[in-house]
């Protein structure tokens, strides 16, 4: 196992957490066989963090190599590839673009940063010639921005459909599996590590939203920022809503779509009713699953672990691979390509199915009155399905397709008649 002769590659990593203590420990325990995929060693520089003396249990480095100044250490000459493991919008983007601009490779799992100001660090990236790899910042362990950025690059890709958030799959799966509700399946999820103390960016889909922006920016070759992604999370999923799904044979997912249509690219992030025998429905746990359809390549599924310190730490050490053999080869990779430019659909243009729950007075005339609601928006009805209680009932209407506008047009009449006492859920239906 030679490195040909190669003098080491210097790493800085910024952040020493759950992701970035892995990073360190693979760097060490992997170093031989490191060596020899890559042709030359990797050597840690430095490791920033915020609080040193922090116990990160046993890792494989001096306290000497610990800093508290990330820049000064993205900074340093001998620096030849800066990782970075922290998150968040600043001070990220200010270490990464200082290290784009001065030719240093960059790896990062920073979804949020991408998703929100990737254009900085893709134009800092393109003007020096640097390296910008993120494989780290969706679906975690999943090899999935790299066939959407290298090995599809000669197709057209229509849509991407994922399950890129574990926190909610795994609610979502416990209250499919057991007819919990969200509350008591946030609970379990708590309990169990895979929800945050503060669940709030998972379960109220922004997260899902700022990896849908990356996926999308890739599959269509337009800059797609989490701004652009229309976003829902599942809160106000119901126990009623997960059987009527199931008496539908649907499960429901919390899903990103990204579609590329005749009138631009539409992005969703939004709970969904799936038939039990899409290939995502089986996506169960914290698991998480990335559907895509080419125009050549028909569908692929790619399918794995998407959190976690290990899982994330292999994407981010092979991406560390992947630029340090760029930089011994004296080449660099592009880190987008968004040439496209294609329109960003609103939602309103969106074409989709719904099941409507309502509750509705259950006397003569109701029902005809609320389908006229329907017809008048020119939104057609495929089912509908009432079970009495007292004086009122409960209405399930599902719908063919529509767009967004049509059905919200229909939801907001609904609201406003004496008849129906309330909308009580609105879901999505996708095949
Ligand atoms: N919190 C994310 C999830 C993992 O639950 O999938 C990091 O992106």
Not at 24 to 46: F, K, N, S
Not at 230 to 243: H, K, L, N, P
Request: glycine share 10%; with cysteine.
């Amino acid at each position: 196992m030679s490195n040909r002769g190669n003098k080491p590659l210097k790493v800085a990593l910024l952040g020493c957490g759950v992701v970035g203590g892995e990073v360190v420990r693979l760097l060490h325990e992997q170093a031989e066989d490191l060596t020899a995929r890559i042709g030359a060693p990797l050597e840690l520089a430095g490791i920033a963090v915020r609080r040193p003396g922090r116990n990160r249990g046993e890792l494989p480095v001096p306290d000497s190599i610990f800093t508290t100044d990330p820049l000064a250490l993205v900074k340093r000459d001998d620096v030849d590839i800066v990782v970075e493991v922290v998150g968040g919008i600043e001070p990220a983007r200010t270490w990464l673009t200082e290290a784009l601009r001065s030719g240093k490779s960059v790896v990062t799992a920073n979804k949020a940063l991408l998703a929100e100001d990737g254009a900085t660090l893709h134009d800092a990236a393109a003007e020096s010639g640097a390296d910008l790899y993120y494989e780290a910042a969706v679906a975690g362990a999943i090899p999935l921005l790299r066939p959407l950025r290298e090995s599809l690059h000669g197709d057209t890709i229509t849509r991407v459909t994922g399950i890129v958030n574990g926190t909610t799959n795994y609610i979502l799966s416990k209250m499919c599996a057991t007819g919990a509700g969200f509350s008591e399946a946030l609970d379990e999820a708590t309990a169990l590590g895979y929800a945050e103390a503060d669940p709030t960016a998972d379960v109220e889909g922004f997260d899902a939203a700022a990896k849908a922006a990356i996926l999308a920016s890739l599959a269509f070759h337009t800059r797609v920022t989490g701004a652009d992604v229309y976003r829902e999370g599942i809160t106000e999923v119901t126990a009623a809503d997960v059987a009527s799904a199931a008496a539908m044979g649907c499960v429901v997912k919390l899903l990103c779509i990204a579609d590329r249509t005749e009138n631009g690219v539409a992005v969703r992030v939004h709970p969904a009713m799936i038939p039990s025998t899409h290939p995502l429905a089986s996506v169960g746990d914290a698991f998480n699953a990335v559907f895509v359809e080419a125009e050549a390549a028909g569908q692929l599924m790619f399918y794995g672990r998407g959190a976690g310190g290990a899982p994330t730490a292999s994407a981010v050490l092979g991406d560390i691979v992947a630029v340090a053999r760029n930089r011994i080869a004296g080449v660099s990779a592009r880190s987008e390509s968004s040439y496209a430019d294609l329109r960003i659909q609103p939602m309103g243009e969106i074409v989709t199915r719904y099941h409507i729950s309502l509750d509705v007075a259950d006397k003569a005339g109701v029902l005809a009155a609320v389908a006229g609601v329907f017809a008048r928006h020119g939104v057609s009805i495929s089912t509908v399905k009432q079970s009495g209680r007292g004086n009122d009932a409960v209405l399930v209407v599902v719908t063919h397709t529509a767009t967004d506008a049509a059905l919200a047009a229909t939801v907001a009449e609904l609201r406003g008649m004496d008849m129906v006492r309330e909308v009580a859920s609105v879901m999505r239906v996708e095949s």
